[in-house]
């Protein structure tokens, strides 16, 4: 077979990028900035977002010249990072301190107590997390993590049932990300992928996002009969895409904080 049939037939290989983490010190406190050699990218790139500092190296820049980037851009990376700082997030949860929960667009007190395993509970006066003696911070990021998946299925288990009947079919199953932009996707074999921090924020929003993937079953795509059948089920979806246009943001970071 000939080398260029061969090359247009044979599935394409994505291009594998090279990560690592150098430590940067930056005023009075030290940051790790992810170092990414991307094959794709044409020229060094320095972002801020939720997740934390990238710097992205095409494939001909040496780990030199990424460090002078660094480096000549150390106010710019200052004032970046004050402003994610700024967005009201609650106070980090240290463990035995009064702290605050974020849920359902709300702030719970949140009190510790000696358990005998990791868990968290809801109850009048807000929210306590049980912990065992030699409970550390992994622990509790990981019952963080398993109870906000809890609360997110308790509330899509709520909302599906009234919107099911005038579907093509329920969806295939439903996972729980941390996503980066998206706020929720469909896959063509009808799985559904939700962003854990819409339990974060307050429910109409996150109904509107459930209601959006579910008219994917009937519209696979964001034309407009796809949202006459959002429209018809969630008259009020602009608001809520309003909402996440000013606390998007905010929510991703606050679960990017706590886990």
């Not at 009075?28 to 934390?52: F, H, M, N, T």
Request: glycine share 6%; aromatic share 8%; proline share 8%.
């Amino acid at each position: 077979m000939p080398g260029f049939l061969r090359r247009l037939i044979s599935p394409a290989v994505a291009p594998t990028l090279q990560r690592d983490t150098v430590r940067l010190r930056l005023e009075d406190a030290e940051i790790d900035v992810l170092r990414v050699r991307d094959p794709r990218a044409r020229r060094i790139k320095l972002s801020v977002d939720e997740r934390g500092v990238r710097l992205t190296l095409p494939p001909r820049a040496s780990l030199v010249m990424g460090e002078r980037f660094l480096e000549q851009h150390r106010d710019w990376l200052s004032t970046q990072l004050r402003s994610y700082q700024a967005q009201n997030l609650p106070p980090p949860l240290v463990i035995g301190e009064p702290g605050l929960l974020p849920l359902r667009g709300e702030l719970l007190p949140l009190r510790w107590d000696t358990g005998r395993y990791a868990r968290l509970e809801l109850d009048p006066d807000g929210a306590c997390m049980h912990l065992p003696a030699r409970g550390t911070d992994a622990t509790v990021r990981r019952t963080l993590r398993e109870f906000y998946e809890a609360q997110t299925r308790a509330d899509v288990g709520q909302w599906l049932p009234r919107y099911l009947p005038s579907l093509p079919r329920a969806p295939a199953r439903l996972r729980l990300k941390v996503m980066s932009s998206q706020w929720g996707s469909l896959a063509p074999d009808g799985s559904m992928a939700l962003d854990l921090a819409l339990v974060l924020g307050r429910p109409s929003a996150f109904e509107y996002v459930l209601v959006h993937e579910l008219c994917h079953l009937i519209q696979a795509n964001h034309s407009a009969a796809f949202w006459e059948e959002v429209e018809q089920r969630f008259p009020a979806w602009r608001e809520e895409r309003d909402y996440f246009q000013l606390e998007g943001r905010r929510l991703k970071a606050m679960l990017r904080q706590l886990l």
